[in-house]
């Protein structure tokens, strides 16, 4: 049999008794007074008007409804404004007082904090769940806590003083027991039997009612499997969020170098050899090799120009998307419509997988579609970027034939974007591209 976990598991073994978890229920008990009287202080500060206004509305005497209304809001506003306040560290002590019934690992579902900005820690504590969860636990804590620890109290006090009765009555006045009032030890022995009779379930009786407790604290002040995997998933999205930036980072930094470096000696090297060719007779062997290795050279520049487009295109990088956009459909083999229309510029990396979708996509429509015209738009539409291009062929596009959507969805997807499609036989075809456009990057 697997240990248990927690008080209320406990109470279920058959070696209970003979466990430490009536002794950790009786600790988990005996330390909520002292934090229940803590935290009560100033919880009755904060509902003060609202214990006013219940002292006159049971007098009644006739009291201005303005002044009733007034003292009703004024309690809200305390406890709703400065509740918070105590509830976020009662919390954060009940946590660790739960370790004494329950051995499971309770973690906090605050969200994290500035702690250096008492402004940016209170917008962040007053706006998340957990924190009016706390306070509803602290108010639980001050007003239903005392209550049900009272009764039990009431309950444990009534068996010590049946258990204790033969030992208390003198034979000429009356002992009441709680239940019944005895005066001698003979009218006690049976209350003293049946006090003793409940003794063993006492244990029982706390640990329940701590385990209870505890169960009450975990509900409201521990983070739920739904919170988890909520905070995975933003762990998850950051962590992407931060290796798209770094991609495009070091992208920009390999354009950089190759333009900047490789590209500029390979120029230096073809005019070189240029002139090298100039200089040496046409019908010279030397001549023939100079020649043939300027056309490489030349080749090779040409090669390498485009891999520095295909990495990041300089147009891109210099005027933006619309520039890059543009240059895009001067170079295409048929007549291509381009409608930017963007506030401010993109963040790079939502920018370059635009312009990317947008090339992808213009290439599809050139191989496959055997269209006459196309169109390209950008927009942006409640904090994303919208990117549509849209052609006159043929229709029927299938990211199953291999056309290079999958793909291009793939890549939008990687910036948390979607792509829909729209190509009924026929056609025309549109390609929308949707990508969030983050507002901690945005003016980059």
């Known amino acids: 049999m697997s240990t248990p976990h927690t008080a209320l598991e406990a109470v279920t073994r058959r070696r209970f008794l003979a466990s430490g978890w009536p002794w950790r229920a009786v600790a988990y008990m ?18 003060l008007p609202w214990a006013i206004l219940l002292r006159r509305v049971v007098t009644w005497d006739d009291p201005p409804l303005a002044s009733l209304a007034f003292l009703l809001l004024g309690g809200g506003l305390l406890v709703v404004g400065l509740g918070p306040l105590v509830a976020v560290p009662t919390a954060a002590l009940e946590r660790r007082r739960l370790g004494l019934v329950d051995t499971r690992p309770v973690r906090s579902s605050h969200r994290p904090a500035p702690g250096s900005d008492p402004v940016g820690w209170l917008r962040v504590r007053y706006t998340e769940a957990a924190t009016w969860r706390a306070l509803c636990y602290a108010i639980l804590l001050v007003g239903a806590v005392p209550v049900w620890y009272g009764a039990v109290l009431i309950l444990l006090v009534v068996v010590a003083v049946a258990v204790a009765g033969p030992f208390l009555v003198d034979g000429h006045s009356a002992v009441s027991l709680g239940v019944g009032t005895v005066t001698t030890v003979s009218d006690a022995l049976p209350w003293a039997l049946f006090g003793i009779t409940l003794l063993p379930a006492v244990p ?32 998850v999205e950051r962590s992407r969020v931060r290796l798209v930036d770094a991609f495009e980072a070091e992208r920009r930094r390999i354009e950089r170098d190759l333009h900047d470096g490789a590209q500029q000696r390979l120029v230096s090297l073809t005019l070189q050899l240029g002139l090298a060719r100039v200089d040496l007779p046409g019908d010279s062997p030397a001549a023939q090799a100079v020649a043939g290795a300027h056309e490489q050279a030349k080749l090779l520049m040409a090669e390498l120009r485009e891999l520095i487009h295909g990495i990041r295109p300089q147009t891109l990088t210099e005027l933006g998307l619309p520039g890059a956009l543009r240059e895009l459909a001067d170079q295409a083999p048929l007549p291509v419509r381009v409608r930017v229309d963007l506030p401010a510029r993109p963040p ?94 945005r003016f980059e």
Do not use: Q, W
Request: include cysteine; charged fraction near 15%.
């Open 30 to 47: 005996l330390t909520t007074g002292p934090v229940a009287a803590l935290v009560a202080v100033p919880m009755v500060l904060l509902g």
């Open 204 to 235: 029982y009786l706390l640990a329940a009612t701590a385990g209870a407790h505890a169960a009450a604290a975990r509900l409201l002040l521990s983070a739920t499997t739904g919170t988890d995997l909520r905070a995975e998933l933003t762990a």
């Open 348 to 441: 790079p990396g939502v920018e370059s997988v635009a312009y990317f979708a947008a090339a992808e996509a213009l290439t599809n429509v050139f191989k496959h579609s055997r269209a006459t015209t196309a169109g390209v738009t950008a927009a942006e539409e409640d904090g994303d970027l919208i990117v549509e291009i849209l052609d006159d062929g043929r229709g029927g596009a299938d990211p199953a034939l291999g056309t290079g959507l999958t793909g291009l969805a793939d890549r939008v997807a990687v910036a948390d974007g979607r792509m829909l499609l729209s190509s009924p036989p026929g056609g025309p075809t549109l390609i929308r591209v949707e990508i969030p456009c983050r507002p901690s990057d």
